[in-house]
């Protein structure tokens, strides 16, 4: 829940706002680059301060970016993309953003360069107060894209599944794996092993989740409460060797582990 305005604050926000976006009658995308925040942000706070979008009134209303490439053809690159906006990406109305944790900032820098290099085109990364940072990229087009493909504004309330390319080749769902258990996932130490986890609010999520895995030789877990696991030793060694998740904190917290392991004796030093 976003923290309550000081009768100050809310002062200085809503006539810094009224001057940028309804005096000099910029457009989100261009509020967002002046005040340095997504413009999803913008849009929440024209909202919280009751400031009513125009977007008929901006020069570029209905005017198509002429910056950005929608993809001709799939690609392990494209599924590790989906795999990641099914995990912590969202689709709005103007935007497409994915948000991390406040240490996440590597992980965020590769993200933006995965999405500049499917797109063709500049991707930017907010920093809210709270450290948490917002990759975003402002397209109709792409968002018009992508909802076609199979991504919706709200992947829980819809139960969204996996689009059916996904399966069509190992290495798509190698990729969305990668990049659904890169924000979605977690590793973490058991008393004798490793176990990793996939969390998400949508079962047909899981499911397909569940499914890949197999797919790809793997040995999950059935589902329970919203998650599923890995937990045979040579499952979780083989993911991380295959899969090759490119978030750093998923990996240091696996090698420390291993080490740890090691350390103990439990079996891992072989």
């Keep these: 829940m976003a923290r309550r305005w000081t009768k100050k604050e809310e002062d200085k926000y809503r006539s810094e706002l009224f001057h940028i976006y309804v005096k000099q009658n910029k457009s989100l995308r261009e509020v967002s680059e002046v005040l340095g925040i997504s413009e999803q942000a913008v ?3 024209l909202g919280r301060l009751g400031i009513k979008t125009q977007p008929f009134l901006k020069k570029n209303y209905l005017k198509k970016r002429t910056d950005v490439k929608i993809p001709n053809k799939y ?3 494209l599924a590790e993309f989906f795999g990641i906006m099914f ?3 969202h689709v709005s109305h103007f935007q497409v953003v994915v948000s991390l944790g406040n240490k996440e900032e590597k ?8 999405i500049k290099k499917i797109f063709k085109t500049n991707v930017k990364i907010s920093l809210r107060n ?3 940072r917002d990759i975003y990229l402002g397209s109709v087009d792409v968002i018009s894209w992508l909802l076609r493909q199979g991504l919706v504004h709200n992947k829980v309330k819809s139960q969204v599944d996996v689009p059916l390319w996904i399966f069509s080749k190992n290495n798509f769902m190698q990729g969305f794996l990668k990049g659904f258990f890169d924000t979605d996932g977690s590793v973490y130490k058991l008393k004798y092993g490793i176990q990793i986890s996939f969390c998400n609010r949508s079962l047909p999520i899981l499911k397909s989740l569940q499914l890949m895995l197999k797919k790809l030789e793997y040995n999950p ?7 599923m696991y ?4 040579e499952d979780v060694k083989r993911f991380f060797e295959e899969i090759k998740p490119s978030n750093p904190k998923h990996v240091s917290r696996y090698l420390s582990i291993v080490n740890s ?4 004796d439990s079996g891992y030093s072989r």
């Design 221 to 227: 877990s059935s589902i329970s409460l919203y998650n």
């Design 261 to 264: 392991l090691r350390r103990s």
């Design 130 to 132: 709270n450290g948490y």
């Design 87 to 89: 995990g912590d990406g």
């Design 75 to 77: 690609s392990e690159d």
């Design 43 to 45: 849009f929440r706070r």
């Design 230 to 233: 890995l937990t045979r030793r």
């Design 107 to 114: 992980y965020a820098k590769y993200i933006r360069l995965l």
